[in-house]
């Protein structure tokens, strides 16, 4: 009993402390647009019901699996500065300054009112059999590997009707069309197979602006998608190999939406406290936490974990946060990080479910606690049985 209270420390008081720490910084990722969300939100759609449509079709043909690509907030943010420069400047493309993302353009003359989404994909979609690069926006719509676009336009009046102009943008992370060398002619296994462009860091793919507001839930929202499939990796990559080292089957770890959600109570609401790491008297999760001062960002998911990793060998209960995020039978996990800009610190959350490291002396050895023990407390909120 006494390991169980150990790993499942914060519920109770991060809880009372989570009405001060709720504040909505999310909304920084949202475009103020005059025309009406409604008409946004169609033509959102639009987009990525037109990109997985050529995606479902073209990429099992080339021998490949349906990979979805989801919209990203972001990104259209960033498309939209971007459309809204070059409409400035009579609809001409422009290099942008930042190329950490694949960037698809189209301009259309002469009309006061934007071009359809199909009218766009279809244009993009007719050079396809004139070979790359002719072929180049829609070898990036249909890359693979990019799972994340955010389109958006920018109209430029003029008194002159045959001069009025729409430029529309859309960007793609990770960006396709890279190496594309390695594979011509066979273009079509790069698309298929090529990776996203490689030296992108999660930092450059997220941009810096948004690296602070992880807190938002929507998994269309890549800084957070992103992020969890971070902290998935940093987790599971290691539970495949110790799982396997302690000679038992490797147990994976899934997302949990509430996990998370609780996690970022007790992140922002710690982080507000100065990141002064408050223990909970009672806890119905497994908990492990990282605290990191006098940087300008948050950790990496990686680092965090390898944190934990790194006190492995010091003894139970040191290497409790280690035992917790390898044991078996949490099956799981939802994190969540706060920064406070004032005291440069951060606080990193992880909740498992069902927790770990309960009742570890009854077992022989601490391997088979990990990979044998079950779980304690309770699954997450929307899961029956875990
Ligand atoms: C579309 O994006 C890809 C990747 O950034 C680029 O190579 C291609 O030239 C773009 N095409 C157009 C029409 O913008
Ligand atoms: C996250 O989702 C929950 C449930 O849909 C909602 O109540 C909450 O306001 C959302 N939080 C943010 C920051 O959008
Ligand atoms: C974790 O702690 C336990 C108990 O002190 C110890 O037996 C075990 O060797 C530690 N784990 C590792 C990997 O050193
Ligand atoms: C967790 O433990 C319970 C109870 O012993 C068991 O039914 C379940 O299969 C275990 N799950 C995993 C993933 O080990």
Redesign the pocket.
Same mark, same amino acid.
């Given at each position: 009993m006494k390991y169980f209270a150990l790993a499942l420390t914060l519920l109770m008081a991060a809880t009372a402390a989570s009405a001060e720490a709720d504040s909505p910084q999310s909304n920084n990722l949202r475009t103020q647009e005059s025309k009406s969300s409604r008409q946004l939100a169609s033509r959102q759609s639009d987009w990525i019901n037109s990109h997985n449509s050529v995606r479902r079709k073209y990429q099992k043909q080339y021998g490949g699996t349906y990979s979805r690509i989801a919209w990203s907030n972001g990104l259209k943010n960033k498309a939209a500065a971007l459309a809204k420069s070059m409409a400035n400047n009579n609809c001409q493309y422009e290099d942008p300054a930042n190329k950490d993302y %694949?960037?698809?353009?189209?301009r259309s003359m002469g009309s006061s009112s934007a071009p359809s989404v199909s009218g766009i994909m279809s244009m993009?979609e007719g050079t396809l059999s004139q070979g790359y690069?002719a072929n180049? @926006?829609m070898t990036?719509v249909l890359w693979s590997s990019t799972k994340y676009v955010g389109c958006a336009d920018a109209y430029k009046d003029n008194t002159d009707p045959t001069k009025r102009c729409y430029a529309t943008v859309c960007l793609?992370a990770k @960006? %396709?069309?890279c190496n594309m060398k390695t594979y011509l002619p066979e273009w079509k296994n790069a698309v298929v197979s090529g990776s996203g462009s490689l030296e992108q860091t999660e930092s450059n793919l997220r941009g810096s602006d948004e690296l602070r507001n992880v807190d938002e839930n929507s998994s269309r929202n890549l800084a957070y998608a992103t992020r969890a499939e971070g902290w998935l990796a940093a987790h599971n990559s290691r539970r495949e190999k110790y799982h396997q080292e302690f000679q038992s089957t490797y147990s994976p770890l899934s997302w949990s939406i509430p996990l998370r959600r609780q996690a970022a109570t007790f992140a922002k609401s710690m982080a507000a406290n100065d990141c002064t790491i408050e223990r909970p008297s009672d806890m119905k999760y497994g908990i492990n936490y990282n605290k990191r001062v006098g940087y300008s960002n948050i950790p990496t998911t990686e680092w965090v974990v390898k944190s934990w990793e790194a006190k492995k060998d010091e003894g139970y209960p040191a290497n409790g946060s280690f035992t917790q995020a390898m044991w078996s039978n949490s099956t799981y996990l939802g994190c969540a990080d706060a920064y406070n800009a004032n005291k440069k610190c951060s606080i990193s959350i992880c909740l498992y479910a069902k927790a770990g490291n309960c009742n570890m002396n009854n077992y022989p050895s601490w391997e088979e606690a990990i990979t044998q023990g079950p779980g304690c407390g309770l699954c997450p909120p929307d899961v029956q049985t875990c």
């Open positions: %694949g960037l698809n353009f189209s993009w690069p180049g @926006a990036q793609y @960006a %396709g069309n």
